[in-house]
């Protein structure tokens, strides 16, 4: 699958903001002098790979909400030389996922945005799931994928429309639950329920507060990959390694597949 033929002109319109601003405590040990995205998976930074990924479904405009060590992220992408737009949203003091979000207010041009973790990869069908948003007129569409395990997960009940009814964050194990996948569409009257200049959580302060207003699951199957802990640092080295011939080309045969299971 070729990059053009995923490009879309109103994906290209649609901001896509990055939450990059992570302490990555857990890797502290292997990643101490660059901010958790910016980890190294053969000779690149994680972010970039997101960012050739979702720039191959035709997005071109990038907010990275950066935080911890923002100046290496600041460096790198003011020398990225292509025709991707780098914006960097510098949060003055830890503001959370949310809070990281609302921070970046300014710097958005369009009324609908994806807004995505800088630490995980889930090579979901962008141009189904910018669709599916549409369809469904959402107020908010979340990527999930089904898990046995969400234990490290929040997992989030569907009805059989797709829209979520609940949220449950990082509890003991359930079968046959959806996980987040951290990949979001939102309308951007979201913004007006986040409050500005505090720490406040994606995850346990506004997404339940979501439930009531239309909020809908884009089912993706997967893998769910992140960078969080060394074991899953080194899993993701092992991921895309095999995929050899490139990131960008190996992350639009994965969206491919994607298409053709569904097909």
């Not at 997101?50 to 935080?67: E, K, N, Q, T």
């Not at 710097?107 to 189904?128: H, I, M, Q, Y």
């Not at 569409?141 to 569907?158: A, F, L, N, R, W």
């Amino acid at each position: 699958m070729q990059a053009k033929n995923l490009t879309n002109g109103r994906r290209g319109q649609v901001d896509v903001v990055i939450l990059c601003g992570g302490l990555g405590s857990r890797l502290a040990g292997i990643v101490n002098d660059r901010p958790k995205p910016m980890a190294q998976i053969d000779q690149q930074p994680f972010l970039d790979i997101l960012i050739d990924y979702f720039s191959g479904f035709g997005f071109r405009r990038f907010v990275l909400c950066a935080g911890h060590r923002s100046e290496v992220i600041q460096e790198h992408y003011s020398r990225r030389s292509d025709l991707l737009e780098f914006i960097v949203s510098n949060e003055p003091f830890p503001l959370g996922t949310a809070g990281a979000v609302k921070n970046a207010e300014v710097l958005l041009k369009s009324d609908s945005f994806l807004v995505t973790n800088g630490d995980s990869f889930c090579p979901a069908d962008l141009t189904e799931f910018y669709d599916f948003h549409s369809a469904k007129q959402a107020l908010m569409s979340m990527t999930v994928v089904e898990s046995e395990d969400t234990q490290d997960s929040g997992s989030v009940t569907i009805d059989d429309y797709r829209k979520i009814v609940g949220f449950q964050e990082k509890e003991r194990k359930h079968a046959g639950r959806y996980v987040n996948a951290g990949i979001y569409l939102f309308q951007r009257e979201i913004l007006s329920l986040i409050p500005a200049g505090m720490k406040y959580s994606l995850e346990y302060d506004l997404f339940p507060k979501l439930v009531a207003k239309g909020a809908f699951a884009f089912v993706t199957s997967g893998p769910l990959i992140d960078i969080g802990t060394p074991e899953r640092y080194e899993s993701a080295k092992d991921f895309f390694y095999k995929h050899s011939a490139g990131y960008a080309e190996a992350s639009f045969a994965v969206a491919s597949c994607v298409r053709e299971r569904r097909n």
